[in-house]
């Protein structure tokens, strides 16, 4: 058996076995390395892909938000400035925080030949730049209205409010699109600051009037100013006699809204007129930092702290 596995035949045929054996490994080795490096160029080849897909993306995107940025300045241009503001009345302040860059949420002010002065505190369709372009119509149609036109009414005003929106998406394209009510919430008031006379009408938005420390009991119509003319019902307009030191805070329903504290709840309405009481009795620049420390507070409460939700606008008076 043994001189038959030693047989120079079986040895030539082991030698020729381990020989191919040999060269099928080699063969193979160098098939692998050949699919490899075609599946390397591949890959090679798709990051580029991926990356100059990112590139765009991100070119894209610093564009997008270099214009969103700009579009701020410009808004930031058309809302009443603060100097302008600080020149018509003697004690104020303005909370006002948009979710995004730009914002629906926008504040407007004017001083008459009459001793009057005009303010509105507005909660436009929309967030971004859908509610950033409303505010600019709102800001435009409220400049015709009042400084143009002569209008100080704040129901009038509201009503001419109410016709330039919907004349605004009367275009028949605009028109067959809209399925929502396009428009605004918005407080209004005149002031004579010699009487301290409050007139006011509140479109589906609520201001608040404290005295002696108790919030006065307004009146609101229960519609907004809206593009959809569906049912034209009138603004009511109304009076407050007010006393030297009382506040009034037009706000809009983003702080009351937001999400935040221990149970992630809103903050919610009767929390909110409670922290309005508490700011009646600090000085303007005490109150922003109030509402600023309190908002922080409450989203910073779980970690991660709850995302802004809404536009943030608050402006108070105190007479």
């Not at 990112?54 to 241009?77: D, G, P, W």
């Not at 479109?203 to 569906?230: E, G, H, R, W």
């Not at 702290?305 to 536009?311: G, S, V």
Request: with cysteine.
């Amino acid at each position: 058996m043994l001189s038959y596995l030693s047989s120079p035949q079986v040895l030539c045929a082991l030698s020729l076995l381990t020989g191919l054996f040999f060269l099928f490994n080699i063969w193979m080795s160098i098939r692998t390395k050949k699919q490899n490096q075609t599946l390397i160029k591949t890959l090679e080849e798709k990051n580029k892909e991926i990356a100059s897909q990112k590139a765009m993306v991100e070119e894209k995107n610093r564009a997008i938000l270099s214009s969103i940025e700009y579009a701020k300045n410009i808004q930031e241009a058309i809302l009443t400035s603060e100097s302008y503001l600080k020149s018509i009345i003697d004690d104020f302040f303005i909370f006002y925080k948009p979710r995004d860059i730009i914002g629906g949420d926008f504040y407007w002010g004017y001083k008459t030949q009459e001793n009057d002065i005009i303010i509105a505190v507005a909660d436009c369709t929309g967030h971004g730049v859908p509610g950033a372009l409303m505010s600019m119509i709102g800001n435009a149609l409220l400049n015709e209205i009042v400084i143009e036109n002569g209008i100080t009414s704040p129901a009038l005003i509201a009503e001419q409010l109410r016709a330039g929106i919907i004349n605004s998406f009367k275009h028949s394209d605009v028109e067959e699109k809209n399925t929502t009510h396009d428009g605004m919430d918005i407080s209004l008031i005149k002031l004579n600051l010699s009487t301290r006379l409050l007139s006011y009408t509140a479109a589906n938005q609520p201001l608040y009037v404290i005295s002696n420390n108790t919030i006065i009991k307004t009146k609101v119509n229960d519609f907004s100013i809206s593009s959809l003319n569906l049912e034209l019902k009138h603004f009511e307009e109304h009076e407050v006699q007010l006393k030297k030191s009382d506040c009034i805070f037009l706000s809009t329903d983003g702080f009351q809204d937001q999400f935040g504290g221990e149970k992630g709840k809103k903050f919610k309405l009767e929390p909110f007129r409670k922290l309005l009481l508490k700011l009646s009795k600090l000085n303007s620049e005490e109150q922003k930092r109030t509402l600023d420390t309190t908002l922080k507070n409450w989203v910073s409460s779980q970690t991660p702290q709850h995302p802004q939700i809404d536009d943030i606008c608050i402006l108070g008076i105190r007479v």
